[in-house]
């Protein structure tokens, strides 16, 4: 009797050093799936908010370039006006 008693908690030892050793190796697994997903969401996030922000001044850039040319057009063309009215002025008077 003493050897299958010996025998039986041999292998309730080992059966539960192997649930014990499945039990650490899927929380390991979980944890390291649940961080690269985290890591992943995180640079995802971050692409997004830099692709965000190039798009933005992007178009800050564009909307400034197309007032300056605006302003600046109007200020050619009032100077033309100013030029021309200037000179039919002289001419008459002359």
Do not use: T, Y
Request: glycine content about 2%; cysteine-free.
């Amino acid at each position: 009797m003493g050897s299958k008693q010996r025998l039986l908690l041999l292998v309730v030892v080992v059966v539960i050093v192997v649930v014990v050793v499945v039990v650490v190796v899927v929380v390991v697994v979980v944890v390291v799936v649940v961080v690269v997903v985290m890591v992943v969401v995180v640079v995802v996030v971050v692409v997004i908010i830099i692709i965000a922000v190039v798009v933005v001044v992007v178009v800050v850039v564009v909307v400034v370039v197309v007032v300056v040319v605006v302003v600046v057009v109007v200020v050619v063309v009032v100077l033309v006006v100013v030029v021309v009215v200037v000179v039919v002025v002289v001419v008459v008077l002359a």
